[in-house]
């Protein structure tokens, strides 16, 4: 099966090429004759690329003896005939574009030629890369897109500098066109290196990420090849962030397991130096950075990879002994952290503008969940709107006695514990700042409501875990002498149960959350005018 795949993928490759020679032809010798061939072999090449595609899903459905080598390299191959027939597509609609022109030869004033020479070269390359599994030879696939744009981009300044002039508008702009469609070739030729990269070292990595992967492990100290690299995306990141598992895969290569993060530099950059922070307060708490590396707006950083599980996998799948020593080894780290960073001086909070910075995301998940004003005879019932303001307006009059420095992501899937070391890691960390302990707080007791768990024995678990852990919370409150906790924690429970909405799409799990929100705010609203000092938090609304 995969055979046939390979064969007629090598076809659909070598009848894309003849359509891009045939489009140089063209584009260089005006003949009507190679219109009709370039129209015919669009048909053929179709064609070819649906039996690909065909086989690729047939192969992947009906038949079991692949193994993740062989699926890796029928997933390439679709995305690599996908784009080729793409780029043939391109060729077509160039060829129609020169019925525009009044005069066929006026396109010989620009240089495509140049173009094409990059687009033939690219396209040769792809069966020797795809059979001799030849890394430098996807890159230089990948990097013809940038060589087209820098192609495209002379020759448009030049178009660009005759349009001024008013030279031939007409012309100008169907060139313009057909060098757009050049250009566009170069995008899925992209596309196909990455996907040859794929097939290469099983995973699938944009050529930016490839090179600050390259980069990032010389600045670690590492000598190998990528060859001797095992890479594993970790997906389910809401950060944004490109996040991967980077192993050695022989002796030669990588001598520890890391993690590699790239995005963004202000957020790559931000978990570089508060890990950083972290290792200077508490020592081995946050994983070891072994290299960094920026290039113009983005960064990447491979950190160590902490063995162990999260705190999430250990309360749904352990022992209850398993468990209380779990607990009890984080609620002694997090004290000694709380007490090891404690500093007085009042902390303005900000827990409702947190919430209206990310309605927009929750409402475009649950578009409902925004209550608008209403009554019910003589009784107002608030809007949403008016209840954050008002909670926010609240909320400035009662700032935090002091900070700490906190995670700033407190989920439970941020905490890993270390079974053979009996200790407790935090990972990532780029939110870390001096802060109100409560935004940690808050955040721990509703990453253990929302786990969209139902098992009774499962949810008795993560009641028992809310229940502990406010005791805690609440305990080193009174310790602290901060008579305001209670207040502050309804407003931080408020906004994490609204927000957290719209990671859920049970509608009614999502439902109850941002129900106790409003409760939340609702008895925050009711007791303005009292002292702050007295409130008491419903702690029902914790428990599900």
Same mark, same amino acid.
């Given at each position: ?28 010798d ?43 390299? /029928?997933?390439?191959?679709?995305? =690599?005939?996908?784009? !080729? &027939? $793409? +780029?043939? @597509?391109?060729?077509? %609609? *160039?060829?129609?574009?020169?019925h ?9 004033k620009?240089?495509?030629?140049k ?11 792809i ?10 030879g ?33 012309? /100008?702009?169907?060139v313009?066109? =057909?060098?757009?469609? !050049? &250009? $566009? +070739?170069? @995008?899925?030729?992209? %596309? *196909? ?64 397991q890391?993690?590699f ?199 008795v ?63 925050i ?20």
């Amino acid at each position: 099966m995969l055979n046939n795949i390979i064969e007629n993928a090598k076809f659909l490759v070598i009848e894309t090429e003849s359509q891009v020679q045939l489009t140089h032809s063209l584009l260089s010798d005006f003949n009507e004759d190679l219109l009709e061939k370039i129209a015919s072999k669009d048909d053929y090449i179709d064609n070819l690329k649906t039996t690909v595609e065909n086989e690729c899903f047939s192969g992947l459905h009906g038949f079991s003896g692949l193994d993740n080598e062989g699926i890796n390299a /029928i997933r390439s191959i679709h995305i =690599i005939s996908v784009n !080729l &027939e $793409r +780029i043939a @597509d391109y060729c077509v %609609n *160039i060829a129609k574009q020169l019925h525009y022109l009044s005069e066929v030869s006026f396109i010989h004033k620009y240089d495509y030629k140049k173009m094409f020479s990059e687009m033939q070269i690219a396209l040769s390359k792809i069966t020797q890369v795809f059979d001799g599994r030849d890394l430098s030879g996807a890159l230089d696939i990948c990097r013809a897109e940038y060589n087209l744009d820098m192609l495209y981009k002379e020759n448009f300044d030049c178009m660009m500098a005759d349009l001024r002039e008013g030279y031939d508008t007409e012309n /100008i702009i169907t060139v313009i066109f =057909i060098f757009r469609y !050049l &250009e $566009r +070739i170069g @995008d899925s030729l992209l %596309n *196909i290196g990455e996907a040859l990269i794929f097939a290469i070292i099983g995973d699938r990595i944009k050529i930016r990420q490839f090179e600050a992967l390259q980069k990032t492990l010389t600045e670690s100290g590492f000598e190998g090849t990528l060859s001797d690299i095992d890479f594993t995306s970790i997906w389910g990141s809401r950060s944004g962030c490109r996040i991967s598992k980077v192993s050695n895969r022989n002796p030669s290569g990588f001598k520890a397991q890391g993690i590699f993060k790239e995005g963004v530099v202000k957020k790559i950059k931000l978990e570089q130096e508060n890990i950083r922070r972290w290792e200077k307060i508490f020592p081995g708490l946050a994983p070891r950075i072994f290299g960094y590396y920026e290039k113009h707006d983005t960064a990447s950083l491979l950190i160590e990879f902490l063995p162990g599980c999260t705190l999430d996998q250990i309360i749904l799948t352990e022992s209850n002994e398993i468990i209380r020593n779990v607990i009890f080894i984080f609620e002694q780290t997090l004290s000694e952290i709380w007490e090891t960073t404690k500093k007085q001086g009042q902390f303005q909070t900000d827990y409702m503008r947190q919430l209206k910075s990310r309605l927009d995301a929750t409402r475009r998940v649950h578009p409902f969940f925004y209550r608008r004003e209403k009554y019910i005879e003589l009784l107002r019932v608030s809007s949403s709107k008016d209840m954050i303001a008002t909670c926010e307006e609240i909320e400035k009059d009662i700032p935090s006695p002091f900070v700490i420095f906190i995670h700033g992501d407190f989920n439970f899937n941020n905490i890993v514990y270390n079974h053979e070391e009996q200790k407790i890691n935090y990972i990532d960390l780029y939110r870390s700042r001096d802060a109100d302990y409560v935004q940690d707080a808050s955040v721990f007791l509703i990453s253990n409501f929302r786990l969209p768990v139902f098992k009774t024995h499962l949810r008795v678990r993560l009641n028992e875990v809310i229940q502990h852990f406010f005791e805690v919370f609440s305990h080193f409150a009174r310790k602290n002498n901060d008579k305001t906790f209670e207040i502050r924690m309804a407003l931080a429970l408020a906004r994490s149960f609204y927000t957290s909405t719209r990671f859920e799409m049970n509608y009614g799990f999502a439902r109850e959350m941002f129900l106790r929100s409003h409760f939340l705010m609702e008895r925050i609203i009711e007791h303005k005018g009292k002292s702050w000092e007295t409130f008491k938090l419903p702690t029902e609304v914790l428990f599900y």
